[in-house]
């Protein structure tokens, strides 16, 4: 089956601190997914982008599919949003997700 | 208001017992998901549903199964199978343009096996 991996597994940031999530897959995708866990399990939708770039408030994303690659950008980072952030890739009919990224915004 | 919404939050099962958990959408999607987490872990796919009365198997089916008997409902019953069920479970739905369709998940269920 298609392989997403996600970088950093772990970033760490103080509060104001830009950063870069990575999502790489092996195959060709129908379509990519971000997300945000919060504390409690709720998975968040963040961006729904098969390829180009999306932005949303302090948010944005770029993927470029021909090259099997998706960009999360946080700017300004606040504590609100520390949590894991997945990037899932549809594939035929079903989501396959990477394992995640846990960031932590300290204040 | 929209959405999709799975009972119970948390679920205690005694080893041997079968469980159903309860996902409901009023979103008006043709297809339905159930997800698997275990810690720290990405999502695993257990069952899809494209429409009603028509199911298939996804990457960790065994010991779990499900039923599509209306469009709103797609509930996933754990079997005394499956042998490591303890794990948080969620359940999505997605639009008729299914494989490109935005998957919304609803908010979970903590099952833990005592």
């Known amino acids: 089956g298609i392989q997403v991996e996600q970088s950093p597994p772990d970033l760490i940031l103080q509060e104001g601190a830009n950063s870069t999530l990575r999502c790489n897959f092996s195959d060709s995708v129908n379509n990519l997914q971000w997300f945000h866990q919060n504390p409690w399990g709720q998975l968040i939708n963040l961006f729904y982008i098969p390829s180009g770039t999306k932005q949303n408030g302090r948010l944005s994303a770029t993927t470029v599919a021909t090259e099997r690659y998706s960009l999360l950008y946080i700017s300004s980072s606040q504590t609100t949003d520390s949590g894991v952030y997945f990037c899932?890739?549809?594939?035929?009919?079903?989501?396959?997700f990477g394992a995640g990224t846990t960031v932590t915004v300290r204040a | 208001d929209g959405g999709i919404t799975q009972s119970p939050k948390y679920l205690f099962r005694k080893e041997g017992q079968n469980v159903t958990l309860s996902c409901e959408q009023n979103l008006n999607h043709d297809a339905m998901y159930w997800y698997r987490q275990d810690p720290g872990q990405g999502l695993r796919l257990i069952y899809y549903?494209?429409?009603?009365?028509?199911?298939q198997k996804g990457d960790i089916a065994e010991g779990y199964s499900v039923s599509r008997e209306k469009k709103e409902s797609f509930p996933l019953t754990v079997t005394s199978a499956q042998k490591n069920p303890t794990a948080f479970y969620l359940c999505?739905?997605?639009?008729?343009?299914?494989?490109?369709?935005?998957?919304?998940f609803g908010p979970g269920t903590r099952l833990t096996v005592l």
């Open positions: 549903s494209q429409i009603v009365n028509d199911f």
């Open positions: 899932a890739v549809v594939n035929d009919y079903k989501l396959s």
């Open positions: 999505a739905s997605s639009s008729a343009s299914g494989a490109r369709g935005e998957q919304f």
